[in-house]
């Protein structure tokens, strides 16, 4: 149980396109997701955080017209980075909590390796 | 500021030989520490909840325990298949709104199991 999947697993774009990171809770209802992004060898830094249907709280310094969330539903939420340049280049990775997965757990994605060209 | 420091950096093993690894936090009211463990390339697997200092919680070869100001997690006779980053985060009793959702990470432990 609690499973949360991502999609794409890996993707390359050119520098100023924009690109669509889907999350998925597979067997539970989200109410709440978290997206982080992950530098080699670093440990994760949260980007933001949103409910369903609710517009998303985002960390200090991270630009929430760059990284558009949408949380339309309890089972996906959406990360999409605009004008992509090279040093949007991470891992990007969700995670999940909501009714079914225990008391606080968050579960996370497999992540989404973006490299920008 | 609530924070999360683990300890050592890089751990490198024996097949078999017993370790731990430290998590010390200071946060204003803990509602749970998690430990997650993370294979490259991959998201963080959950391990454990810990909710309350003396709590104990096992699985398989790792045990994991909580006090006031830290937490360990122990590896019993590890197996090269072990070999991953461990997490520890913690997430604080705050005002009750989406911010008292937050993990807050450690740097992690690189662990090393040579067979």
């Known amino acids: 149980g609690a499973v949360v999947s991502q999609h794409p697993s890996w993707v390359i774009c050119k520098s100023g396109t924009s690109v669509k990171i889907e999350c998925r809770s597979l067997d539970f209802q989200a109410t709440t997701m978290f997206w982080y992004r992950q530098f080699p060898k670093q440990s994760l830094m949260l980007m933001a955080t949103?409910?369903?249907?609710?517009?998303?709280?985002?960390e200090q310094g991270v630009e929430k017209d760059k990284f558009l969330i949408n949380h339309a539903s309890l089972t996906l939420s959406t990360l999409t980075v605009t004008s992509a340049h090279p040093e949007d280049s991470s891992f990007y990775i969700c995670?999940?909590?909501?009714?079914?997965?225990?008391?606080?757990?968050?579960?996370f994605g497999p992540g989404t390796r973006l490299t920008v060209t | 500021e609530d924070q999360v420091t683990q300890s050592p950096e890089a751990l490198r093993l024996q097949e078999g030989e017993s370790s731990s690894l430290n998590c010390s936090y200071t946060?204003?009211?803990?509602?749970?520490l998690f430990w997650y463990r993370q294979d490259p390339g991959k998201g963080p697997e959950f391990l454990f909840t810990?909710?309350?200092a003396g709590e104990e919680k096992e699985k398989e070869r790792l045990k994991a325990t909580l006090t006031k100001k830290e937490s360990f997690l122990h590896i019993t006779a590890p197996k090269p298949e072990d070999s991953a980053t461990y997490l520890c985060a913690v997430q604080a009793i705050t005002r009750p709104n989406l911010g008292a959702q937050k993990l807050v990470f450690g740097q992690g432990t690189r662990l090393t199991i040579n067979p």
């Open positions: 949103s409910n369903e249907g609710s517009k998303a709280t985002y």
């Open positions: 810990l909710y309350s």
């Open positions: 995670s999940a909590r909501g009714r079914g997965t225990g008391s606080y757990e968050q579960y």
């Open positions: 946060v204003s009211g803990l509602r749970g």
